[in-house]
């Protein structure tokens, strides 16, 4: 078992998501990028390409397994299967950081490739922290849980986010993965103060930052409506924020996510590269 | 606790209302709001489908392709969060919709297509490699089937179609029925257009029986099959292997 004591072991520098079609290049030459982050569910095959091109890269960068189909917030037991799969891939992969997110996306009926979302109570809590547990348990690590986009509001909520995910990472030893661009975007989309987010937040048990695109709408009364979409630049506010975010918390490894509309390598090496400059002056 | 119900089926069905007990965060109804999740998971399990069956989109194409991807995704969601196995009813379900009936073969062509992706992310396994080895000693040889290779089998001409539609040099389709062998050397899936018994000697060396007695097999089975050519296709194409490397 490794040292659960810190958030993660991935380097305190910008990382991208990684794509398949960035392979060449990244072996040539990945400038700021100091690590990579995998979607789990894409290296879940026997063998084949995406399994060569990740031991592969694995030889040379510290890798992150970012879960997206786990559905920690369900209202159902979590699918061991699914759990076993990360297990497997965990096992051999020996990834530097493992991380899911506070939603749910499967249900009776599917798997709905969605981050859905949940209301902040006691018994949501109680719920996500025994499957919290269940995969530390199962994965032998400690895992980093992120905080969502939202987009609209339970009336039955009783707690704040923040004081939810602060709540979560006490009761189970789980550190924490900030989305600077989701608090963006939850902080427009209910017209509160993404800087008091902050503020708030226990940054202490981060292990990881994001740093994404979102897609600009307005909901039926002329309020604006972002969208989390990581199909475009981050943009300026949202590195204003992620710059706040750094001067208090001190370095924390980031990521780049840009998943539709994948740009060529050189504009994500671009926007590792801004990140890295917020990251080290810190840093020396 | 049935929240997680009500909204599944209210994400899944546009023409039903959004949940009770949401808002839109102001103290009003959560209205389009509620939308943005009817629209992502739609949308992203469309374009799973669209990057699995790059040649059915082509054949339909792109507008009635999306549409199609629509009624299909909110009757069939994935049952697993692998979506790189998302459409395995698609077969069944174009072979029963009626705006595709015309097209019989479209529903082989999602199989081929399902197959190939099957194999992309199947075991990797070394090709049998029979060079140096004579006669009597190759054919003594009980290799395996190699877990990226696969058969469709077809009573349309469905390779014939998706080389049409993959290599713009490639002949129209022409003809009747046509079996596939895929193969997968190293990493890159191929369709082989499989002569006659060729089902019936992949089918025999799943059995893991000697060359000699499945070519032996598959003559009395079907005499007119040219049973050196098919051996020759079956080890040319990296069909065998001896060793399984699994994970």
């Not at chain 1, 398949?20 to 400038?31: C, E, I, K």
């Not at chain 2, 089998?153 to 129209?172: E, K, L």
């Not at chain 2, 089902?199 to 060359?211: D, E, F, M, N, P």
Request: aromatic share 8%; proline share 8%.
């Amino acid at each position: 078992m490794r040292d659960m004591s810190v958030p993660s072991s991935l380097p305190h520098a910008a990382g991208i998501g990684y794509k398949s079609r960035h392979y060449a290049d990244l072996v040539a030459d990945p400038g700021p990028v100091g690590w990579l982050e995998i979607h789990a569910e894409n290296y879940m095959g026997d063998g084949g390409r995406p399994i060569a091109q990740l031991r592969a890269l694995a030889e040379r960068f510290p890798i992150s397994v970012h879960g997206v189909g786990l559905s920690i917030g369900g209202d159902r037991p979590l699918d061991r299967d699914h759990l076993g799969r990360l297990r497997r891939l965990c096992d051999w992969l020996d990834p530097a950081s493992f991380s899911e997110h506070l939603a749910w996306s499967t249900h009776d009926t599917g798997y709905l490739n969605d981050l859905l979302p949940l209301p902040y109570t006691d018994a949501t809590l109680a719920r996500v922290a025994a499957h919290i547990g269940q995969v530390q348990d199962v994965l032998g690590r400690r895992m980093l849980l992120e905080n969502p986009s939202t987009y609209l509001a339970f009336d039955e909520t009783t707690m704040e986010e923040v004081d939810f995910l602060s709540e979560l990472a006490r009761r189970t030893g789980c550190g924490l993965l900030l989305d600077i661009n989701n608090v963006f975007v939850s902080a427009t989309n209910q017209g509160t103060d993404a800087r008091a987010y902050i503020d708030a937040f226990p940054l202490s048990q981060v292990g990881e930052v994001h740093l994404g695109g979102h897609d600009e709408d307005v909901d039926d009364t002329g309020r604006p409506l972002l969208i989390d979409s990581h199909g475009c630049a981050v943009v300026d506010p949202v590195w204003a924020l992620y710059r706040y975010t750094i001067a208090q918390s001190g370095p924390r490894p980031t990521l780049i996510e840009w998943d539709t509309d994948v740009p060529a390598f050189a504009t994500l090496r671009a926007e590792a590269a801004r990140a890295d400059a917020i990251l080290s002056p810190v840093t020396a | 606790m049935h929240r997680q119900s009500s909204f599944t089926d209210a994400v899944l069905n546009p023409d039903r209302a959004a949940p009770g007990g949401l808002s839109d965060g102001f103290g009003g109804p959560v209205g389009k709001r509620f939308d943005v999740y009817r629209n992502n998971v739609v949308v992203s399990l469309t374009e799973a489908l669209e990057t699995g069956f790059p040649v059915l989109r082509k054949l339909v194409g792109d507008a009635f392709f999306k549409a199609m991807a629509g009624v299909f995704v909110r009757a069939h969601p994935p049952t697993s969060p692998r979506l790189q196995l998302y459409g395995q009813r698609l077969p069944g379900f174009l072979a029963s919709f009626p705006p595709v009936a015309h097209l019989p073969y479209l529903p082989d062509i999602a199989r081929l297509e399902l197959g190939l992706r099957q194999s992309y992310h199947a075991a990797d396994a070394a090709p049998l490699d029979v060079g140096g080895l004579d006669p009597d000693a190759m054919l003594a040889l009980k290799p395996l089937v190699a877990p990226a290779t696969l058969v469709v089998q077809s009573r349309y001409p469905i390779f014939a179609i998706w080389r049409a539609n993959t290599d713009s040099a490639a002949p129209g389709p022409t003809g009747g029925a046509q079996d596939i062998l895929i193969t997968r050397p190293r990493f890159d899936p191929a369709p082989h257009l499989l002569p006659r018994g060729g089902v019936t000697l992949a089918r025999l060396l799943k059995g893991r029986i000697s060359l000699a007695e499945a070519m032996a097999a598959t003559l009395a089975a079907e005499p007119e099959a040219d049973i050196s050519a098919l051996l020759s296709l079956f080890i040319a194409s990296g069909a065998l292997t001896l060793e399984r490397k699994d994970l």
